[in-house]
């Protein structure tokens, strides 16, 4: 009989086995096994920042194998020996920071005690305070369920509680996109696996390669992966380096060092760190044992050698599957689409007819072709107006979120002069001007002509959007600020207002549909929710980007950038 300290010790020589195996086979046979020299281009003022700041402080997880975790008190795994690897290439030195939790990173990098963060997702609410490099490995993530319970999607576990660790993107995006869910927070991967194990939670969240390290280490039985869950974006099973928003130079060194990563480097570290992980958990010990007895060495890596090949095979037949499912789930979304849209364009038109014909027939009477109206009946003529007009645009809101979703939003580019439009967008929001006692102020405007490519209905479009945004939130008697600065490539806009700013708990959702700052039943501004995301989508469609910045009791900035046309 052999013990299990025995067991382990042929693990590891199978896995050591297997990676050299996995390697060769996706290497080039000329591949030396070293890193290969490269040469980032930093500029001057890249270089000067790295000899500015000789130390980056890099954050290190406690226990997230394979990627970043402690061994005998030093830190290793696939993330520190890509972020070394980075570092060597650009000329960064790194320290590297072990001990607090994920929340407590994330803190640190709010703080300015933090440089970077490994292996992160990139996420709506993280975006604004930490800049994002491209990402260096793809680590899918799946449910992982006792095995009496298989959960191929998030949908099968609606009422069912999930456990995740605490910080981790997967308490966003579960809170945010499928409330559905109970969430069960623990403090890391392995205590949401014990929680399956131990009945506490109906399944984890987590990484195919993490969960699969731990399964191994620990030697846990009784679980099953329900292979690649899609979270609602490809974004979120890639891993970045992130750094803190106030160091765009540091930002744009790791990205260039990312970029000169070879692809043997990466393989290189996949294979010790990544490739070896699938299958080894799943060898019986009995098989073990008959290895070991044999003599172990070649057996070991023809038995790891089949499994692979079994793995591959039965994923390939679950690919196979579900793209047939995924097929017919489209078309059925695409006819329930055109159903949706033809609906929709035949309620504008019934709807628009006899809205146009309302606003006609006050316009006459606030016109006085039925002769003086007495002052109650002109301000009921006025505020059913105003209804009218509000209504109308609710009706073209719900339109153009139609057209961004059926990828039909139309521009019409043309050359716009921003400062002239500028004006224009002043002249015609007067009307929330006044109605809520607010004055626009054009100010920082550009000394020459500044020009964009861009559809002018639909930039004007977003400039009444954010305008009467910031007339609403404002105090009676403030300015609200409109700025262009334009630089070498770009032009800024900007919308400041002095209201109350937007609180914490909405800012991660301020662009998303019928979102609103004030939810209340009572709130005091008036507005559909759809116009930031449809300012949004504008704006990104004119190849620009839209944020904002806020302050709890001093105002928030909108802000969108456009590239300035060529001459």
């Known amino acids: 009989m052999f013990g299990m300290s025995k067991i382990k010790a042929a693990l590891r020589i199978w896995r050591i086995a297997f990676a050299a195996i996995t390697f060769m086979a996706i290497s080039p046979l000329s591949a030396p096994l070293v890193w290969a020299a490269e040469t980032v281009a930093l500029s001057e003022e890249e270089k000067a920042w790295i000899q500015q700041n000789p130390v980056i402080r890099v954050h290190n997880e406690s226990d997230w194998p394979p990627f970043n975790f402690t061994e005998n ?38 703080e300015g005690t933090l440089d970077v963060m490994l292996n992160i997702v990139k996420t709506p609410k993280r975006r604004q305070y930490l800049l994002y490099t491209r990402p260096y490995a793809d680590n899918p993530n799946t449910i992982i369920s006792r095995q009496e319970n298989f959960y191929g999607s998030l949908k099968q576990l609606y009422g069912k509680t999930i456990a995740a660790p605490k910080g981790f993107f997967y308490e966003e995006i579960l809170k945010r996109d499928f409330p559905q869910i109970k969430l069960h927070l623990v403090k890391d991967t392995l205590e949401s696996m014990k929680a399956v194990s131990f009945r506490q939670a109906d399944a984890a969240l987590g990484e195919l390669a993490v969960f699969n390290y731990l399964i191994d280490k620990h030697l846990m039985t ?85 499994l692979w090949n079994r793995r591959l095979g039965r994923e390939i037949r679950m690919r196979k599957a579900t793209q047939l499912k995924l097929q017919a789930a489209k078309e059925e979304a695409d006819a329930a689409n055109r159903a949706k849209s033809q609906f929709l364009a035949n309620m504008s038109h019934e709807l628009r007819t006899p809205i146009t014909s309302i606003q006609g027939t006050l316009g006459l009477m606030a016109g006085g072709a039925l002769g003086p109206l007495d002052k109650p009946v002109q301000e ?17 809101d719900i339109l153009d979120v139609e057209k ?10 043309k050359r716009v002069n921003l400062a002239d439009f500028a004006a224009d967008a002043v002249e015609s929001n007067h009307e929330y001007a006044d109605q809520y006692n607010v004055k626009f102020v054009l100010d920082t405007l550009p000394d020459k002509a500044v020009y964009v490519d861009a559809d002018e209905f639909r930039l004007l479009q977003v400039m009444n959007n954010l305008m009467s ?61 759809l116009g930031l995301a449809i300012s949004k989508t504008i704006i990104e469609e004119l190849k620009g980007e839209l944020w904002f910045e806020t302050e709890i009791g001093k105002g928030t900035t909108f802000t969108f950038k456009l590239p300035i046309a060529n001459s």
């Open 73 to 110: 008190g030093i830190p290793t795994g696939y993330s520190i020996e890509f972020m070394d690897l980075v570092a060597e290439k650009t000329g960064l030195k790194v320290e590297y920071v072990t001990g607090p939790t994920w929340n407590e990173f994330l803190e640190m990098m709010k």
């Open 222 to 306: 009784g679980l099953a992966l329900s292979g690649e869950v899609n979270l609602g974006g490809e974004e979120y099973s890639l891993l970045n380096m992130a750094s803190r928003r106030d160091l765009p130079l540091l930002a744009s060194i790791l990205d260039k060092g990312i970029a000169a990563v070879t692809p043997e480097e990466k393989s290189a570290i996949g294979a010790k760190w990544i490739a070896a992980q699938y299958e080894i958990s799943l060898v019986p010990q009995k098989v073990i044992r008959v290895a070991l007895q044999v003599g172990g060495g070649a057996l070991a890596i023809v038995i790891l050698i089949l």
């Open 404 to 413: 961004i979703q059926a990828g039909m939003l139309e521009l019409q580019l």
């Open 469 to 529: 945004n910031a007339a609403k939130f404002s105090k009676p008697g403030d300015d609200v600020i409109i700025g262009i600065v334009p630089d070498e490539r770009d032009v800024f806009v900007s919308v400041k207002d002095f209201g109350a700013g937007i609180p914490e708990e909405f800012q991660p959702h301020i662009f998303d549909q019928f979102s609103q700052a004030d939810g209340s039943d009572t709130r005091k501004t008036q507005g559909t929710g």
């Open 380 to 396: 009921m003529v006025d505020i059913a107006n105003r209804n009218c007009l509000r209504l109308r645009r609710l009706i073209d």
